[in-house]
């Protein structure tokens, strides 16, 4: 008898408090949900190298968990990162996110291991880098 393959990493999936204003700060990333996505309990985009990025509003968890509330206190334990074209693309990149209304955690900086890097909060505040290597 064959041994039973281990699990493959599959998805990233997030619960939302407002699904339109996550897919708006998502799709501003390039991450291209189904036209519609706002109306619906959970979506889906695939995203580079075959994972994929799941959103699911708190009232779809609470349909099948009634007693989940999203967590409280401290900074964020997930951090979603996207590589840019080019240190100036992760400048331009903040700076449209922060004239959109999102918030700016870290301006771009020049970091130690190599890499121009920026800090947003999405619209549940979960930290998403912004870098690209400084060579």
């Known amino acids: ?11 990233i999936g997030l619960v939302v ?3 339109a204003a996550s897919l708006a700060f998502y799709r501003r990333l390039g991450i291209e949900f189904p036209e519609g996505s706002e109306d619906q309990p959970h979506v889906e985009a695939d995203l580079p ?8 509003p708190e009232s779809t968890v609470r349909s099948f968990h009634p007693t989940w509330r999203p967590p409280t206190g ?6 979603l990162a996207f590589r840019c074209a080019s240190p100036e693309h992760v400048d331009a990149t903040y700076e449209d996110l922060i004239a959109a209304g999102y918030h700016g955690e870290l301006k771009p900086w020049d970091a130690i291991w190599g890499q121009r890097y920026a800090v947003v909060h999405d619209p ?3 930290g998403v ?3 690209a290597p400084l060579t």
């Open 1 to 11: 008898m064959s041994p039973t393959p281990a699990p493959h990493f599959h998805s």
């Open 17 to 19: 408090s407002d699904l």
């Open 49 to 56: 190298g075959g994972l994929r990025l799941l959103l699911d």
């Open 74 to 79: 401290g900074s964020g334990r997930l951090g």
């Open 124 to 126: 549940d505040g979960n």
């Open 129 to 131: 880098d912004l870098f």
